[in-house]
Each structure stands twice: as structure tokens, then as C-alpha cells.
T-cell receptor, first 114, second 113 residues
Framework: EAQVTQNPRYLITVTGKKLTVTCSQNMNHEYMSWYRQDPGLGLRQIYY???????DKGDVPEGYKVSRKEKRNFPLILESPSPNQTSLYFC?????????????FGPGTRLTVL | KNQVEQSPQSLIILEGKNCTLQCNYTVSPFSNLRWYKQDTGRGPVSLTIMTFSENTKSNGRYTATLDADTKQSSLHITASQLSDSASYICVVSGGSNDYKLSFGAGTTVTVRA
């Protein structure tokens, strides 16, 4: 089944404790992206990657890191999480080279930073 | 300022009734516009996709319209069902590049029996 997977789905952590949220897609998509979703604000892009070893900042990159060493994986790293990073996070991927470039979203990771 | 504004923020309708959601955008240049449905606790799923030259697109009971001149889109839900209860998000592609997506905050639809 074609899909985007994220792990963990739920995470409660404390301020300053480094964490990684994994994202993997099995559709051979070049483009991958991370978003956070907060009430009333909609989805906001954190980082995106147009191919292996190519990453760029989105609208709200502060406090986050990403890497793209393989095409299928795009982990999101929080080196020193803070309470304002409590949010619902989505990973998405899409095929490049098409005007439709529909993004397929993962199931989400709900992160709480205490 | 958000480049994609949706209205209303939320609405409640009775099962079997119709409703229309609105999306206004300022993204320029425009590439395409999608409506996504997001069930509670799940990732968004695409309902319709429209490019500049398309002004209407249907997907079952969902019909989206686009007026590129006025930069407005609407999503019409016909004969609503309980399973239509979800958040509906308008997403516009364009601006600095075709892969830059601008998201509306969504309209939460609640369908009651």
C-alpha cells in the first residue's frame, strides 16, 4: 500500500530532551515536507526537501532540523524541544515534475513538550 | 498575513442538507488549488485539484469551483452524510515556486443526524 508513515504517533517529552520523529514514504517521491498544525493557524511548513541531500527552510524552521540521506526517509529533529513546539506534526511527500504535485500526508505525530 | 482565508470557521448542518465553504486567496502567481478533507486525528486527504484553466471539479458529492479572476474558490457538499464531518482545508500552490503551498486554516463541518 502506498503510504507515508510517521513514528511515533504520540510523544510526551520534557524541555531540552532531544527527540526525532521519523517519516518514511514508499512511493519513490522526490519531494518531502514537514508541517505543524496548531488550532486556528492551519498547517505551516517547517522544512522541505526536493531530493536526497537537498533541504530548505519553510515558514517556521526555528528549533528544528531535518536530514535527507535517503529518498524514502525524512526525519524531523528537535535538538532542544520547548513547550511552544507542542503541536501536531505532519510529514508529506509528492512526486515532482507534475503541475498537480498532490501531497500525500502521513497520519500525524502529536507532540507534547512539558 | 495568511494568503489563504477560509470561511466560515465552522458550521453545523443536518444530515441530508447541502453546504458551501468559501476560500479566498492572494497567492500570486497561481498554480493550482486543492481542497483537502481532514478527519479528526488523521492527515489531510485530497478531494479536488484545479488548475488555472479549470473552473469546476467534482468528486462524488463534493463540487469545487474556482474563479481565478476574483481569486475565490468554493466547495459545495451535496446531501451531507455523517461521514462528511471533518475539517476542509483550501490549499493554494504558487508564489515563489509551484511546490510552495499556502494553507487556509480550514472550515470545520459537523453533520448532525
Amino acid at each position: 500500500e502506498a503510504q507515508v508513515t510517521q513514528n511515533p504517533r504520540y510523544l510526551i517529552t520534557v524541555t531540552g530532551k532531544k527527540l526525532t520523529v521519523t517519516c518514511s514514504q514508499n512511493m519513490n517521491h522526490e519531494y518531502m515536507s514537514w508541517y505543524r498544525q496548531d488550532p486556528g493557524l492551519g498547517l505551516r511548513q517547517i522544512y522541505y526537501s526536493m531530493n536526497v541531500e537537498v533541504t530548505d527552510k519553510g515558514d517556521v524552521p526555528e528549533g528544528y532540523k531535518v536530514s535527507r540521506k535517503e529518498k524514502r526517509n525524512f526525519p524531523l529533529i528537535l535538538e532542544s524541544p520547548s513547550p511552544n513546539q507542542t503541536s501536531l506534526y505532519f510529514c508529506a511527500s509528492s512526486l515532482m515534475g507534475t503541475i498537480y504535485n498532490e501531497q500525500f500526508f502521513g497520519p500525524g505525530t502529536r507532540l507534547t513538550v512539558l | 498575513k495568511n494568503q489563504v482565508e477560509q470561511s466560515p470557521q465552522s458550521l453545523i448542518i443536518l444530515e441530508g442538507k447541502n453546504c458551501t465553504l468559501q476560500c479566498n486567496y492572494t497567492v500570486s502567481p497561481f498554480s493550482n488549488l486543492r481542497w483537502y478533507k481532514q478527519d479528526t486525528g488523521r492527515g489531510p486527504v485530497s478531494l479536488t485539484i484545479m488548475t488555472f484553466s479549470e473552473n469546476t471539479k467534482s468528486n462524488g458529492r463534493y463540487t469545487a469551483t474556482l474563479d481565478a479572476d476574483t481569486k475565490q474558490s468554493s466547495l459545495h457538499i451535496t446531501a451531507s452524510q455523517l461521514s462528511d464531518s471533518a475539517s476542509y482545508i483550501c490549499v493554494v500552490s504558487g508564489g515563489s515556486n509551484d511546490y510552495k503551498l499556502s494553507f487556509g486554516a480550514g472550515t470545520t463541518v459537523t453533520v448532525r443526524a
